[in-house]
């Protein structure tokens, strides 16, 4: 079983959940929660500068 990051925070997502993307051009994005594939896919924000976001640099 293969465990997979998300593609916003970067979080650890298990088998069997999360939420599956795929873009018209074929890329597949995996999301941890539905905050994340809001974030990432309709308001397309930057995971950088969210304070909740776990994969955010300093």
């Known amino acids: 079983m ?3 990051k998300c593609a916003f925070c970067g979080a650890d997502i ?3 959940y ?3 993307y ?3 051009d074929g890329t597949t994005l ?4 539905r905050k ?8 397309k ?3 950088r500068r969210l304070a909740w976001v ?3 640099q300093k």
Request: glycine share 6%.
């Open 14 to 16: 298990l088998p069997g």
């Open 22 to 24: 795929v873009k018209t």
């Open 45 to 47: 924000r930057d995971p």
């Open 30 to 33: 995996r999301f941890c929660s």
């Open 36 to 43: 994340c594939f809001v974030s990432a896919v309709k308001f």
């Open 54 to 56: 776990r994969k955010r």
């Open 18 to 20: 999360g939420i599956m």
């Open 2 to 4: 293969k465990i997979y």
